[in-house]
Structure formats: C-alpha cells, structure tokens
C-alpha cells in the first residue's frame, strides 16, 4: 500500500481475521463458533475503513500535494486490487471449511457484502481527495505561460506545469486525446459538449472535459488584452465531484 495511505495491518480486510473457523468442530457448535468470528472480522473491516477515511480526509486538510500520485494509484489499482482479493479469500475460506458446515454459509454474504462496501468507500474518498488536491495545487503552485496564448476566439495556454502532472495522471494515448479536446477550447464560443464549468465555488478554477472521464482544470489569469484560461492540470475526475 502507498506509503501516503498507510492502512491499519497493511490492509482492509485480512483474511487472518477468520483464522479461528474451523471444519472440524461438530455441527451443533459450528454456528455459534463461527458467529463471533465473523462478526470480529466485519468490525474490524469497518473499523480499518473509518480509519482510511481519516487518514485520507487529513491528506486533503493538511493539503498533501504530493499524495496526489499514491491517491490516484490506491483509487485506480490498489484499491480494486485488494477489493478483489479479498473476496478471492473469503470465498477460497469457504470452500475450504464451509462446504463441510454448510450451516456456515449464511453467515458470510454480510461480510463480502462489508468489505466490497468499505473497499468502496475508500476508492470514492481517495478520488474524491485526490481532485480536491488537484484544485488546491492549481491555486497554491500555479505556473506561467508555456507558450503564446492560444485561441481564436476563447485564449487559453498551458502552464509550465502541465505536462509533468499530465504524465503523471494520464496514461500518453489519454493525453494525446486531450490535446486533440483542448484546442476546441479556443473556439468562440466554447462548444456546448465541453461542458465549461466553475471547478467550486471560488471562480478562479474551471473545468472542461479532456475525454472520458477525465477533465481539465482551467486557472483565470489575465494579461493586459483580459482574461484567459491557464491549463493547469488534467486527470480522471473523481464520482461525485462533477460540477453543477
């Protein structure tokens, strides 16, 4: 796991939380025994999701700029990865000690259901987190003009800054595609399908599409013909935070 989201024990789920299971106690105790152990394993998912919320909520309130790589890595691989794993060794559990006390099968679907959930939650928090990182680094680091201003109609240059956090969030096919989207914002005026939006509420940030869920984010600037639009940043806009 990425070094910014350090999760308790290294994970969300362990296996090993289910250790004590057993096919080898009788079938009038298996249930009762098995009920607790369950019931452990989901609190502590539970409980190590909440403490991966916080630990990314403080990424974003301590404005972590640098955790914005490890949150895009966790949100789009990790994340998934060990969501899928997880589930692999619940149900390989299963097959091994429940097939024989099928009286325990009932209670497992709880359980994938919690760690699939928290798996979840933490994968829209390190999107959601990693977008609002990428405004904040928009505003506390901007760039300079990396060449003349473009645009017939809607001005607009990319930062000194752009490509290196462009690599950094877009695979290169993906960025190719965006320079293709990006030259339409100097259109006059700026097509409808780019969907040209205030990042939030503060009026210095915009956003327009850079091809499949990905976005850009724009910073006003002004020179002495007026404003024009910094392209400071692109990457896969997070669920949940599409502007309004």
Request: a negative charge; charged letters at 25%.
């Amino acid at each position: 796991m990425s070094v910014f989201l350090h999760f308790p024990d290294g994970a969300l789920f362990d296996v090993d939380w289910l250790s004590a299971l057993s096919d080898e106690v009788s079938r009038m105790e298996a249930v009762d025994r098995a009920r607790p152990v369950v019931a452990d394993a989901i609190a502590r998912t539970d409980a190590a999701g909440t403490a991966a919320l916080a630990r990314i909520d403080g990424l974003v309130s301590g404005a972590a700029l640098d955790a914005i790589p490890a949150l895009l890595a966790a949100e789009t691989v990790e994340l998934p990865d060990a969501a899928a794993a997880s589930e692999r060794s619940i149900h390989d559990l299963m097959s091994r000690v429940a097939y024989k006390r099928r009286e325990l099968m009932p209670l497992f679907p709880d359980l994938i259901e919690r760690v699939a959930a928290v798996h979840a939650a933490a994968i829209r928090a390190c999107g959601t987190a990693r977008w609002r990182l990428m405004a904040a680094r928009a505003r506390m680091q901007p760039g300079r003009p990396s060449s003349p201003i473009q645009g017939a109609g809607t001005r607009y240059v990319k930062s000194d800054r752009f490509d290196a956090r462009a690599a950094e969030s877009l695979p290169s096919i993906d960025r190719t595609r965006a320079d293709r989207i990006l030259k339409r914002l100097g259109e006059a005026p700026v097509p409808d399908e780019l969907e040209l939006h205030p990042l939030d509420d503060g009026g210095d940030l915009w956003t327009i599409k850079a091809g499949g869920s990905s976005r850009f984010i724009l910073r006003v600037e002004r020179d002495r013909r007026g404003p024009f639009y910094m392209v400071e940043d692109v990457g896969p806009q997070a669920a949940g935070t599409l502007p309004v």
